[in-house]
């Protein structure tokens, strides 16, 4: 099985947003022989190179759309790693998008009217179920220059409807969604065409989560549009995210999770009594699970005590977690961090305690 990108650790490897200022698809306006591709760094898993000097994105401020920086993280993170599918980290560069430009994204994120915005892609009234448009460009790593994009399209899947003279909010169908999005990504497909970008697209769909939720969103579908086409071959994406404790699993596969994060608990416990508790955050792929993270509050304040707590933790991981599942520990005080481990699906772990 393919490795998947992890949602939350590393995350400082480039949380890229999309879209910045229209214009001819090309490379960084610096001249190419003082352009250089940040070296790969050999994590276990495959992330892209990108280009110096960095570019932004001039959209980003379109992030507070979400309402969810969760939600706008996993969106990043998530984009690169179905981007693998059709662009190989050891052909392409990656860099902020640059064909969506800052005024395009907020016509297209308005609503449609025939006389003010015609670009609109939600509709004139009721709730408004596209949220974010996020780009990401691919460029060739010998040329340096724009091969391919993908987009993401971020939906609400929520909407308000009126029952007995009261409004109330009930979830979209799983249809509904669909045609919201593939009829977005028609017309926004046409419009990145007629920009003068002719390389492959690829177009996702992302399901986003209430600002409140301490789970993120997640991708459900995605379509790729080869060099010169128009139309999209949709494909679905079965990912899901589970919250531990909680009494939300409804597989076997969900329900042992949750049975191997209670019994690792009550191992803690007998020799750490003096720990506040710890969260589980699991990530499912095609009933799989590829990720589990565990963010656990300590009273500690001697680095002693940490780093018998976090070695032990180390030891523990083999005994409830597949060696197929990229596991992630964050150990915290209550004001600071105070231990980070982690244990990928290939290569060493990674084991760190905050000076």
Known sequence: MKRVIPFTVLSFLLFLSGCIPLGEPKAPTTPQDQTVITPSIPVGEEYYQTLLPYVKSSAEGTYAEMGNRVDADRLELGLMELSQKIFSPSRYILQEGQIISADDAVDWLARYDASKNSQGLNPA??????VHIYEQDYLDMGTKKLAGLSIAISLNPMTTVTENGKEKEVRRSDEALQGILQEASAKIVDRIRAKGMKGPLLIAGFLQEPAISLVPGHYF???TVPANGTGAEWKPFKERYL?????????DLEKQVGANFSDFQGKLQEFFGRYAGAMGLARFVDDQLVEFTVTLETEY???TEVLSL???????IP??????????VYIRSVDRPEALYVRPTKGDPLFHIYR
């Open 125 to 130: 009234s009721g709730s408004k179920p596209i």
């Open 221 to 223: 579908v995605y379509g």
């Open 243 to 251: 919250l531990y404790p909680g009494r939300m699993a409804k597989s």
């Open 301 to 303: 304040s001697s680095k």
């Open 310 to 316: 976090t070695q032990y933790i180390a030891g523990l």
């Open 319 to 328: 005994q409830y977690f597949p060696q197929k599942a990229q596991v992630n």
